[in-house]
């Protein structure tokens, strides 16, 4: 597994200027609402179901955005959380095991795997992934983007799509991995790597779209990416309340209108 690359650093750093890497806190009044964990992949989601939720009543809502298997750790360590909202299922029902949840957890939404090309690279982006594998055998791809496999599903799901295509062992000295999938888009959008496999919900967001090419990756592809929910113990009320808001019709919505499919409570 390849490190992220030093010549990146002059355009992570840009990029975190403009607020693109997607790991800090959002929202203020941390004091008054629930402190929230969730994955990259649900910002362009979240960021909107959480200024509904405050506009109709609700209180306002910190959330901290990263790879899921980070918030594991650090809520294993005593990380102040009050909700976890994760890229997988697995994550959340292992912190239920641990008696760290308040609550059985529950899957909330259903993700999707994209292929991603900034506009100007010389990949084609296909479902197929037709272009990625010509550029590939044409010598055209020097930086590959995804998710760190290890901590962020979504990573996972792009290294078991390049496994499947036989792909894993041309790609890995090619990678660059982004500590969580907000990341590793950022990387494809600004063209610091010259394609990446990324959430879909981010391949479409408003930041991102106009800088992307993207294809949806069949589903056959890799495993289901399941959106596990969690509240965790000692979650105040309104940490209840934001968790029923996201499942409950303005949340699926909002949820929808990212790209991603919602199960039928």
């Known amino acids: 597994m390849s490190s992220l690359l030093r010549p990146l650093d002059h355009a992570v750093r840009a990029l975190l200027l403009i607020g693109l890497v997607w790991i800090t806190p959002v929202s203020a009044s941390a004091e008054e609402g629930p402190t929230v964990a969730a994955a990259a992949s649900l910002r362009p989601a979240l960021d909107a179901i959480a200024k509904s939720f405050e506009t109709m009543g609700g209180q306002s809502v910190r959330i901290t955005y990263g790879a899921t298997g980070n918030f594991v750790q650090q809520i294993e ?3 102040p959380f009050q909700l976890l909202l994760a890229a997988d299922d697995e994550s959340v029902k292992k912190l239920a095991a641990e008696n760290l949840t308040d609550g059985m957890p529950v899957i909330f939404a259903h993700g999707q795997l994209s ?5 100007d690279s010389p990949v084609a982006v296909d479902a197929e992934l037709k272009g990625l594998k010509a550029a590939l ?9 995804i998710a760190n496999p290890e901590t962020a599903p979504y990573g996972r799901a792009a290294r078991e799509t390049l496994q499947k295509e036989g792909l894993w062992d041309e790609v890995q000295p090619l990678l660059v991995i982004g500590e969580n999938v907000g990341q590793a888009a950022v990387f ?8 990446g496999l990324v959430a879909h919900s981010l391949s479409i967001s408003g930041e991102l779209a106009p800088k992307l090419n993207s294809a949806i990756v069949p589903e056959s592809e890799h495993e289901p990416i399941d959106h596990g929910m969690a509240l965790l113990k000692g979650a105040i009320p309104p940490a209840r309340s934001f968790a029923d808001f996201v499942r409950g019709p ?3 919505k909002l949820l929808e209108a990212s790209g991603f499919t919602v199960p039928k409570n």
């Open 137 to 145: 055998a044409a010598g055209k791809v020097k930086h590959f983007a």
């Open 115 to 119: 292929l991603v090309a900034s506009k």
């Open 250 to 252: 303005e949340g699926r």
């Open 188 to 195: 494809a959008a600004s063209g610091a790597a010259e394609v």
């Open 77 to 79: 360590k005593g990380a």
